[in-house]
């Protein structure tokens, strides 16, 4: 009992250099610690991002989708004004699928487009997708030439903003009408 009495009044302490050591070892574990640390929280955002990407993209695509085969166009020509394409049901009727301002528009011609309409409420900017269509043999369809049958062609081009970084994704698609 008396050796650890001894040992505990004894007044030997570190040294300098054991200080120094021993802080430098800290100091190297924190820093790894935390760039793995800080690797994770970058790559959960990332794929985070990369999910809402998708997921927004799936919505654009089904909402498209949807809308053409609801409608039912008797014809289908391209937009001469924006990068979308026009349905055309009957003489009177006629609807709009389009991009615009980095948004996606459905409606009439003479709709203004709806913020509150759930169809189109997406969070990414769309600037730069392209919407049209083309016959079975390869023309495309125009105002003068519509077409009643052939394939829908959808490029988009999403992005989002997240932490000062832009996250981009693009996806084509063809389908027939």
Do not use: W
Not at 10 to 23: C, D, P, R
Not at 98 to 110: D, E, H, K, P, R
Not at 120 to 138: Q, R
Request: glycine letters at 6%; a negative charge.
């Amino acid at each position: 009992m008396k050796k650890y009495a001894e040992r505990l009044k004894s007044e030997q302490g570190f040294t300098l250099i054991e200080m120094i050591a021993a802080l430098t070892l800290f100091s190297m574990i924190v820093g790894i610690i935390s760039m793995v640390t800080m690797f994770g929280f970058r790559s959960y955002h990332k794929i985070t991002i990369e999910n809402s990407l998708r997921d927004e993209a799936d919505i654009i695509m089904s909402t498209i989708i949807n809308e053409l085969y609801t409608f039912a166009p008797e014809r289908v020509e391209n937009t001469t004004l924006t990068n979308g394409i026009t349905l055309k049901k009957g003489s009177t009727t006629d609807e709009v699928i389009t991009f615009s301002q980095g948004s996606l528009v459905i409606g009439a011609i003479t709709d203004e487009p709806d913020p509150d309409d759930p169809r189109t409420a997406i969070h990414s900017t769309l600037t730069g997708s392209v919407i049209s269509s083309t016959s079975a043999d390869g023309r495309t369809c125009q105002a003068t030439f519509p077409c009643e049958s052939g394939l829908i062609k959808i490029k988009l081009k999403l992005a989002q903003e997240y932490d000062g970084r832009t996250y981009t994704m693009e996806l084509e698609s063809k389908f027939g009408f």
